[in-house]
């Protein structure tokens, strides 16, 4: 091979471990409905499609689009993209247009799935989920090493994220609030950020974002860092050198929990008491989809 073969080659090979890096090419995890009732039909899929391809459209504008579009219930999904609070419109749209086809490739049939990583989530259903808490089904991360003060670095664990808990909640339009914190010893410095869904209300976000600090202890106490990541809020602590807010990768491993065993079958009906929703319509796409299917894609937002 050629010296300018050679340097092309690693040029993109080094452009590509970079890219994958930036935009968090690797899911966190993805799941598909099993349940043979949740096998969708060709005028689902024709929905689900133009449904997310117009989510995709929206989602980099503000980080955040959700939506529903089908003439009758058993055509018509529910989708939702969440970006994280700090990506780039740029990126936000290649993370979302990623998830819609590695969830498509994995889940083809499934009228129920969702798909995480780090910089955006993508999740649709035959059922309406906006505005409600899912408590139970979470993704644990850590890194494997551990502190030398666990006592001191847990206090200062939770201190940080509570604060920037009620931060999202409370103080940002996006649901986001990502901060730094010194500690007594040396150096160091904790990082941590809290993220929710906009299309939950603050004080929703707050309860999410709390029951999510509150397992930290169970999950990963005294370890460098972890993250609990959520369908509806996720909170990350990692204590590794960071570039303004962007988390910088993990140099050393990290452990997953098992992304098969913390999942429970989705419920096949909505919730009968559903959370009271704080959303309203901020743009009405009109839809003239594939054999005739007149309907409209509804977007919704925060108020």
């Known amino acids: 091979m050629s010296s300018s073969r050679l340097t092309s080659s690693l040029y993109l090979l080094t452009f590509a471990l970079l890219l994958q890096n930036v935009l ?31 989510i995709n459209q929206l989602a980099p504008v503000e980080g955040f689009a959700l939506g529903s579009l089908g003439q009758s219930s058993q055509d018509r999904p529910y989708g939702l993209v969440l970006c ?14 990623i998830a819609a086809r590695e969830i498509r490739k994995s889940c083809p049939n499934s009228k129920r799935a969702i798909i995480a990583y780090d910089n955006c989530l993508l999740k649709y259903s035959d059922t309406d989920f906006f505005g409600q808490i899912d408590e139970e089904n979470k993704l644990y991360m850590w890194n494997v090493n551990n502190v030398s003060n666990p006592v001191l670095f847990h206090e200062k664990t939770i201190e940080l994220l509570s604060q920037l808990a009620t931060k999202a909640s409370y103080n940002s339009t996006k649901l986001y609030a990502a901060g730094e914190m010194d ?10 950020m809290a993220h929710c869904t906009r299309d939950l209300s603050s004080a929703d976000c707050k309860k999410c974002l709390d029951g999510a600090i509150g397992e930290l202890p169970r999950v990963a106490y005294g370890k460098e860092g972890a993250r609990v990541v959520g369908h509806r809020s996720r909170i990350s602590l990692p204590a590794s050198v960071k570039q303004g807010l962007h988390f910088v990768p993990y140099t050393s491993p990290w452990h997953k929990s098992n992304p098969f065993a913390w999942f429970r079958p989705w419920p096949i009906e909505p919730s009968p008491n559903p959370v009271p929703r704080q959303i309203r319509e901020v743009q009405v796409i009109q839809v003239t989809a594939i054999r005739a299917i007149i309907s409209s894609v509804v977007f919704l937002a925060k108020t």
């Open 24 to 54: 968090g090419i690797d899911p966190l995890f993805r799941r598909c409905s099993s349940n043979t009732n949740s096998t969708a039909t060709r005028s689902y899929k024709t929905s689900l499609s133009v449904l997310m391809g117009s």
């Open 183 to 192: 500690l007594p010893e040396g150096s160091t410095k904790l990082y941590g």
């Open 84 to 97: 994280r609070g700090d990506v780039s419109p740029s990126d936000c749209r290649t993370c979302a247009v």
